[in-house]
């Protein structure tokens, strides 16, 4: 018995997310349930002929990208990593590939033993839009200032209660996170916000940077991040921003 890990890259433009849908697990084909996991789970299983359980270290809502997403199942397969990530990849569609397979311990879990993970969300701040990257990243006209948004998302770092910054989930979570960067890069026109946390809660980035989005607009005066953290209250931060300008970076453990 062998278990792998593979790093996996795609666009999730055209995905209901990662996971499965309940209610939808026995479908047999991509179109009836069209998510990312189980793209991949029919392709294994039709090249190793085994059933797959992918284990992913997070799970990726509707039109949210990956470069660097991770995860590993267990099989009994005798080819070589080399030779299986081509196969994997002839056929996989093109929105979906995995760049790494390797083998590791029977016990490693991609979820439970992921230390940290990064997000980053772009956004094109111009004038116009841009046809080719429509999906890509989200177009914000506004002019930001960069600077005040640095500023005030230093006060990000480190262990809190992020409940203001959380949507409303059906599961019972612990708000406390650990975030451990936050970047700003500006490259032209586009605007990357990094960040790296031990794990993230229900739209934790995207409200995040709606609340950014809306200081560096000017909407926000400066110290309103402090005090929207200390509130614990989601109405007192900003804007949930679309999904399609999210990316998982990557996973480490």
């Known amino acids: 018995m062998l278990n792998l890990k ?18 939808l697990k026995a479908q047999k084909t991509y179109r009836s349930n069209k998510t990312i996991q189980n793209v991949l789970q029919l392709t294994l299983k039709k090249i190793l002929q085994e059933n797959v359980q992918l284990t992913v270290a997070g799970r990726t809502d509707a039109g949210v990208h990956a470069l660097g997403q991770v995860a590993n199942f267990k099989t009994n397969t005798k080819l070589s990593l080399t030779r299986l990530r081509w196969a994997i990849n002839c056929l996989l569609p093109e929105d979906i590939k995995v760049s790494q397979i390797q083998k590791v311990p029977l016990n490693f879990n991609s979820r439970f033993c992921a230390k940290s993970k990064v997000y980053r969300y772009t956004i094109l701040n111009r004038k116009y839009s841009a046809a080719l990257l429509a999906k890509k990243v989200y177009f914000f006209h506004y002019p930001l200032n960069i600077k005040l948004m640095r500023q005030e998302a230093k006060v990000l770092l ?16 612990n708000p406390v996170r650990n975030i451990k960067s936050i970047k700003l890069i500006t490259k032209g026109a586009f605007v990357q916000i990094d960040i ?4 993230f809660l229900y739209n934790m980035v995207r409200n995040i940077v709606g609340t950014l989005l809306e200081i560096g607009r000017g909407h926000f005066e400066q110290g309103t991040m402090l005090r929207i953290l200390k509130s614990r209250e989601r109405r007192l931060a900003g804007p949930t921003v679309p999904a399609h300008g999210l990316y998982l970076l990557r996973v480490k453990y």
């Open 196 to 199: 790296q946390a031990d794990s």
């Open 6 to 23: 593979l790093k996996i890259e795609y666009d999730g433009t055209h995905y209901h997310g990662w996971q499965i849908q309940n209610g």
């Open 158 to 173: 480190g262990k809190h209660n992020f409940a203001a910054f959380a949507a409303q989930d059906s599961r019972e979570r």
